[in-house]
């Protein structure tokens, strides 16, 4: 609303069919502060001085990516990662196959697709990253933008060491046999060592070699120097790769993006033809609907949901800011969220065909093993009233189903012989590290030309890791180099800072004990937190902006207005789901004491244990630390609106007393002046403000006014 005598003058790149729109009320509580008004990003006003002002992000320093592929590879690589390939798989393991998958999708429609799109469409209107995003729509919303970026700097610093793991294991792949294949012998006593022969070949290899890992979380031990090196290479690939910002980062996305993709592809067609394969996806797509009746199961969809598509880190609202104005976010949504979903299909069919696999491979050992018994058994003159009708003489050529069909009938009468059931081996589910590292590597081991696979599937976990890691980096460097000029000006030395700390901090993770300091900040420090962050961001757009306000944005950039379905689902459905989500995460912490697993040197086995009382610390500072910024910037905000609106009254009666003096025909020229000095005094933010500031009289208008005083 501007001042009586004033008009206002809109330039816009593009005509909207309607003629002129009217002027949206100011935010509530926000009237001094700056609004997302009409689509600021393509409208440019006219200032006090006479000049335009371009909208905001659109400097023309601001980076944009050099083709709308370059964009697609770098939004699904970000979504598509690790958690796709070992996290998806597990829980359609644990939960109802087929069954999980319909939840899955049900979730994703329903919430993930509106939340998805939403980030998406306010990183393109706003073209700032996320605490200019949130800070845009209101001063009170910046800390949102700032949680963020802990979130990101926390996940890049356990992520990058997962990476780092992937680099050890790629090296380790060029040899043959394997080196995780066979058991070592100790050659003090030419045995095998006894840590190995209690467990497995691929168990021993992860926790001795690579890791070697303490027996619990107390014992911190020495640096391993092979996986810091690891470390310091990992950290060089990023710095290296994002170090001119997308323009470097978008280049590595053309291999690190699409390659996954070959690798899933070349491990289905060749898992395909393993025996055992087809058990393994009867298993993975076998629906048990009785699961949807399981809060657990709901909550773990929901989660997967959220962190697939990588929403609340503030990197899908980086990647969308270099879009032109009226790229279509919405179509962009839908796509990266189906891409996203089938990459998760595929990541499943593999891992289902390859743990098939090696599950049969398991159930045929112990077949072979049970025979060999009974053999020495019947040598020994024992009755044979139970002697199978199957060959007895050729123990590995004996079938699976024979044998368990004889083993019901007679496998009582003889306590030494074992069941040997391929779904019991089946219902074995890893997740995490233990899949990709343990799990997978010994069904490679198995493979023809084992080396071969093996150094594919690394390179693949290398890629993934690399792309989400980009995307992780972005979240941070952004929004840091969008709020600060300082930092802005000098991108270069921002990231090469930020990955150098990064590496300094991630020593702790390259400890004896370093795993359990992964699991931990993998554990408390995102969930938690990103939930938060999204329940604010969901409740920022859908109430404290207004869904209508925001879909007539979305419009402007679109040429068209998005259904108004979303409206209902920003404010209600997505909203009321993440504060569930979050009530559900929230309670699950406070009746569940924290547990991390920890391997025993001595048995050769993983147990759980309860985490100290200092580490309890350390992870409650964790998800304070990254979720405190947002109810501190809404702090911050207040105080900061008080102390300008005290300067605001202190500069009124300084204009009053000297206004007081003047004759009475000028005092209504002079307060007239007023508003523009108050308005120049008052402290702006890098977005277009609302108010008069950016609008000045027209030259017809300031005639009208001269003839009227001269009438007067």
Not at 111 to 136: C, D, N, T, Y
Not at 206 to 228: C, H, M, V, Y
Not at 399 to 419: A, H, V
Not at 465 to 492: A, Y
């Amino acid at each position: 609303n501007l001042p009586e005598g004033f008009r206002y003058e809109l330039l816009t790149e593009m005509n909207i069919p309607g003629g002129d729109r009217m002027e949206k009320p100011p935010l509530p509580g926000d009237e001094d502060g700056p609004g997302l008004e009409e689509s600021h990003s393509a409208l440019a006003l006219v200032s006090v001085d006479g000049t335009e002002s371009a909208g905001v992000g659109e400097g023309e320093d601001r980076p944009a990516w050099d083709s709308k592929l370059q964009y697609v590879l770098a939004q699904v690589g970000f979504s598509v990662g690790l958690g796709n390939v070992w996290r998806f798989p597990y829980l359609c393991h644990q939960n109802g196959g087929g069954a999980f998958m319909v939840l899955y999708v049900m979730l994703l429609v329903v919430v993930g697709v509106p939340l998805f799109f939403m980030e998406l469409a306010a990183g393109q209107s706003i073209r700032q990253g996320s605490i200019g995003v949130w800070k845009h729509i209101s001063p009170r919303l910046a800390g949102i933008g700032y949680s963020s970026c802990m979130v990101c700097f926390f996940v890049a610093l356990y992520y990058n060491v997962i990476i780092a793991w992937s680099l050890f294991y790629l090296g380790n792949s060029f040899q043959y046999p394997l080196p995780w294949q066979h058991c070592p012998v100790d050659l003090s006593s030419n045995q095998t060592v006894k840590e190995c022969a209690a467990s497995s070949p691929t168990s021993y290899f992860w926790f001795r070699k690579a890791l070697d890992i303490s027996d619990s979380i107390d014992q911190s031990g020495e640096f391993n120097p092979i996986i810091t090196g690891c470390l310091l290479a990992a950290w060089a690939i990023v710095c290296l790769a994002m170090i001119k910002g997308i323009k470097s980062s978008a280049k590595v996305m053309y291999f690190s993006s699409v390659f996954p993709y070959a690798v899933l592809f070349c491990f289905l067609v060749r898992g395909l033809m393993l025996d055992g394969a087809i058990d393994g996806i009867k298993y993975m797509f076998y629906p048990k609907i009785e699961i949807w009746g399981e809060v657990q199961v709901w909550r773990q969809a929901a989660t997967q949901v959220f962190f697939a598509l990588g929403l609340g880190y503030g990197s899908v609202i980086a990647y969308s800011s270099y879009n032109p104005i009226h790229n279509n976010c919405h179509r962009d949504a839908i796509m990266v969220s189906a891409i996203n979903f089938m990459t998760s299909v595929l990541a499943s069919l593999v891992v289902f065909v390859v743990l098939g696999f090696r599950a049969k491979n398991i159930a045929l050992e112990c077949v072979a093993a049970n025979v060999g018994r009974m053999v020495e058994m019947a040598a020994s003159g024992a009755s044979q009233d139970w002697w199978p009708g199957f060959n007895m003489s050729d123990p590995k050529s004996v079938d699976l189903q024979e044998y368990r069909q004889w083993y019901t009938q007679y496998g009582s009468m003889l306590p030494n012989i074992t069941d040997c059931d391929l779904e019991r081996e089946m219902n074995k589910g890893v997740e995490g590290t233990g899949l990709a590292f343990i799990a997978f590597t010994e069904a490679m081991a198995l493979f023809p030309a084992s080396p071969f696979w093996s150094a594919l599937f690394f390179l693949m976990l290398l890629n993934l890791g690399l792309s989400t890691m980009f995307g992780t980096m972005q979240g941070i460097l952004t929004p840091l180099m969008d709020n600060f000029r300082l930092l802005g000006r000098h991108k270069t030395m921002l990231t090469v800072f930020s990955c150098i700390l990064g590496f300094v901090i991630g020593l702790l993770f390259t400890q004896r004990s370093g795993n359990y300091f992964v699991t931990m900040f993998d554990d408390y420090s995102a969930t938690l937190p990103l939930i938060v962050v999204v329940v604010f961001e969901t409740f920022s757009v859908a109430w404290i902006y207004g869904a209508d306000r925001f879909l007539d944005d979305i419009a402007f950039m679109l040429h068209w207005r998005p259904p108004v379905v979303y409206k209902y689902m920003w404010k209600y459905v997505c909203l009321l789901s993440m504060v569930g989500l979050l009530t559900a995460s929230l309670l699950r912490m406070v009746f569940k004491w924290p547990t991390y697993t920890a391997w025993n040197r001595t048995t050769g086995s993983e147990a759980s244990l309860e985490y100290p009382g200092w580490a309890l610390v350390m992870l409650s500072m964790l998800i304070v630390a990254a979720s405190l910024p947002v109810p501190a910037g809404y702090l911050y905000s207040l105080l900061t609106r008080r102390r300008d609106q005290q300067e605001e009254v202190d500069v009124t009666e300084q204009h009053r007393e000297q206004y007081s003096k003047c004759s009475t025909s000028e005092p209504e020229h002079n307060n007239h002046h007023s508003l523009l000095v108050e308005d120049s005094n008052r402290p702006r933010s890098t977005f277009l403000p609302l108010g008069v500031d950016h609008y000045r009289p027209l030259p017809q208008q300031e005639d009208e006014d001269e003839e009227e005083d001269t009438e007067l």
